[in-house]
């Protein structure tokens, strides 16, 4: 079956621009995550979407960062007036559960990742 | 605060060979224990996890890993190393007293497997 799906994969823009980097869960999971990844580093948490509701926001950086989930599938990350130490790899990951204990236990499924470079 | 610390950068290891990854934890209350290769130009894959019971848990590609609570370590194990499990490896927690959802990565440790 399809896998979490994001675009673009590659994303160039100018300090001080705007971007919005999109992601298509695993069809029926209901959580959904996204983090920053730096080169030689492990993926930093984000921010966490149980449905349509970011349940866990404490992992973005500043008020620069935003992300939506409206209709509880897709997500979209936003970057406002852009740093070049934005410059990274931003993964997103989906789950079946999203709520409840158990949800602590259940592994992300992985995107490919949108590698943005803030010139 | 909860952390995970991988203290190789990289293993090197001869094909045949076992491997060992290691991983310690610090995290409040029970944890739950992940492992996720990388392959390059590929997304995170994860490999196996420890919720509770069993210390020993097997997981995908023959790999297989060992809660110890009392060393706060959850080392990645493979009886014989393949060229093909050249890639990098990330162990990650999550504790029940974190605010729930919130998961950790350590750095990642680079596996190089030699023929």
């Known amino acids: 079956g399809a896998g979490v799906s994001q675009t673009p994969s590659n994303k160039v823009t100018e300090k001080g621009k705007y971007v919005e980097l999109r992601c298509d869960p695993i069809?029926?999971?209901?959580?959904l995550y996204w983090y920053r990844q730096s080169l030689g580093q492990g993926p930093e948490f984000l921010i966490y979407f149980q449905g349509t509701g970011a349940a866990d926001d404490s992992g973005l950086p500043n008020d620069r960062f935003f992300a939506v989930r409206p209709e509880g599938s897709v997500s979209t990350l936003k970057i406002q007036r852009t740093e070049r130490g934005d410059s990274a790899v931003y993964l997103c990951?989906?789950?079946?559960?999203?709520?409840?204990?158990?949800?602590?236990?259940?592994?992300?499924?992985f995107g490919p990742g949108t590698r943005l470079t803030v010139l | 605060a909860q952390s995970v610390a991988q203290p190789e950068d990289q293993v090197n290891v001869a094909e045949g060979n076992p491997l060992t990854v290691k991983c310690t934890y610090s995290v409040s209350g029970n944890p739950y224990l992940f492992w996720y290769v990388q392959y390059p130009n590929r997304g995170l894959q994860f490999l196996l996890k420890?919720?509770?019971?069993?210390?020993l848990v097997k997981g995908s590609y023959g790999f297989e890993a060992e809660f110890n609570k009392s060393q706060t370590s959850f080392h990645l194990k493979k009886p014989s190393a393949l060229v093909s499990d050249s890639a990098l490896y990330f162990c990650?927690?999550?504790?029940?007293?974190?605010?729930?959802?919130?998961?950790?990565f350590g750095a990642g440790t680079r596996l190089f497997v030699k023929a």
């Open positions: 420890y919720i509770t019971g069993d210390n």
């Open positions: 990650a927690v999550r504790g029940l007293n974190t605010g729930g959802f919130k998961t950790i």
């Open positions: 990951a989906s789950s079946l559960r999203a709520s409840g204990r158990e949800s602590s236990y259940n592994e992300q499924f």
């Open positions: 069809s029926g999971h209901t959580a």
